[in-house]
């Protein structure tokens, strides 16, 4: 019997599955929990080794709050503008903290904060480059 070699779009699938579940801090048993399956089945998805049924994947959108075509992203059949971006554990820490700032005044600060700290950044490495 031939061995499977996981298909690209059930590799990029998973990968998108892997990103969104550390981007919200989702460990793979807790994820497993909420879909019916063990972490097993969760590690297996997110390599591509199996593939994701179209009704666990609906399942996991739902539970990511995100459109199904975002599982997507990065395939051939790609079609939407949705990607998932990785960010550094520390980018994803700060966007948790925001979320939890409640003021819209003290949200648009920070947000200028931080846009202000990262043109000074760039500028200074602009300056060192010349």
Same mark, same amino acid.
């Given at each position: 019997?031939?061995?499977?070699?996981?298909?690209?779009?059930?590799?990029?699938?998973?990968?998108? /599955?892997?990103?969104? &579940?550390?981007?919200?801090? /989702?460990?793979?048993?807790?994820?497993?929990?909420? *879909?019916? #399956?063990?972490?097993?089945? %969760?590690?297996?998805?997110?390599?591509?080794?199996?593939?994701?049924?179209?009704?666990?994947?609906?399942?996991?959108? =739902?539970?990511?709050?995100?459109? /199904?075509?975002? *599982?997507?992203?990065?395939?051939? $059949?790609? =079609?939407?503008?949705?990607?998932? #971006?990785?960010?550094? $554990?520390?980018?994803?820490? #700060?966007? &948790?903290?925001?979320?939890?700032?409640?003021?819209?005044?003290? &949200?648009?600060? /920070?947000? $200028? *904060? %931080?846009?202000?700290? $990262?043109? #000074?950044?760039?500028?200074?490495?602009?300056?060192? =480059?010349?």
């Amino acid at each position: 019997m031939p061995i499977r070699t996981p298909d690209t779009i059930d590799v990029a699938v998973g990968q998108n /599955v892997r990103l969104l &579940r550390i981007q919200r801090g /989702v460990s793979q048993e807790k994820l497993g929990d909420a *879909l019916g #399956v063990t972490f097993q089945q %969760i590690q297996k998805y997110e390599k591509g080794t199996n593939r994701i049924s179209s009704s666990r994947l609906s399942a996991v959108a =739902n539970y990511f709050n995100v459109d /199904v075509s975002t *599982l997507f992203s990065g395939t051939s $059949s790609d =079609n939407m503008t949705a990607a998932i #971006v990785p960010f550094s $554990s520390a980018a994803v820490s #700060v966007a &948790r903290a925001f979320d939890g700032i409640q003021s819209p005044k003290i &949200r648009i600060a /920070v947000r $200028s *904060l %931080i846009q202000a700290l $990262s043109e #000074v950044e760039t500028e200074s490495q602009a300056i060192s =480059n010349e």
